[in-house]
């Protein structure tokens, strides 16, 4: 039973293209995350969302958009994809908003813009 | 604002070698503290945990432990192996909040 899956694994595209990311957990968690790794593995949050309401937007270009659909999905969808857009991109989930909460992460999409 | 600073990589160790990955953090307050490993071509797992000073976090015959003091939560592991080769991050919540600010990440590689 996988907790947090993401589709695609891989995504290869050209620049200026829109794309979508998705992301479900089975947890039955209020809380879901985005995060973005860098070639250096360098990993940044994105946003978060509580029961389908954003949270936290750490000053992502307004090309990126979540939507969380309902509490068990959040989206991560990317217009005119730019080749600093690549890197690894990863889902996470918590219980709550608790700051103890454990967050269980997804295996990671890896966008690559050519 | 928060930062946590670890030691640069890679660091490569024998099997059974002890292991110390260092890490720093500047935060308002007295964080949450956490290590995550994540694996080749993986997400990230929770490794361990402390939420106030002096705690010991442990798992896996992995420790560290919260000084307030120093500001530090340094990682250690009395003998590697081969699987213990990974990317290990060190990571904060601040009091009151829920994001996860993170270190650079250590790559550990442990040889025969």
């Known amino acids: 039973d996988t907790a947090v899956s993401q589709t695609p694994k891989y995504l290869v595209t050209q620049m200026g293209n829109d794309k979508s990311i998705k992301c479900e957990q089975n947890?039955?968690?209020?809380?879901m995350y985005w995060y973005k790794q860098d070639s250096k593995k360098f990993l940044k949050i994105m946003f978060s969302?509580?029961?389908?309401?954003?949270?936290i937007n750490e000053t992502v270009p307004n090309r990126f958009s979540p939507k969380s659909p309902d509490k068990a999905h959040l989206n991560l969808h990317i217009n005119s994809l730019e080749l600093g857009d690549s890197a690894v991109y990863f889902c996470?989930?918590?219980?709550?908003?608790?700051?103890?909460?454990?967050?269980?992460f997804g295996p990671g999409t890896r966008l690559t813009v050519l | 604002g928060n930062s946590v600073t670890q030691m640069e990589g890679p660091v490569t160790l024998s099997e059974e070698a002890f292991l110390t990955i260092n890490c720093t953090y500047t935060a308002t307050g007295y964080p949450s503290l956490f290590w995550y490993v994540q694996y080749p071509g993986e997400g990230l797992q929770l490794l361990l945990k402390?939420?106030?000073?002096?705690d010991k976090g442990s798992n896996k015959g992995f420790e560290a432990t919260y000084r307030k003091e120093t500001t530090s939560f340094h990682l250690e592991k009395g003998s590697v192996q081969v699987s213990d080769s990974a990317v290990y991050f060190c990571a904060l919540v601040e009091r009151g909040g829920n994001k996860l600010t993170f270190g650079t990440g250590t790559q550990l590689k442990v040889e025969l």
């Open positions: 947890l039955g968690h209020d809380t």
């Open positions: 996470a989930s918590s219980p709550g908003l608790e700051p103890n909460n454990e967050q269980f």
């Open positions: 402390a939420t106030k000073a002096d």
């Open positions: 969302y509580n029961n389908k309401e954003l949270i």
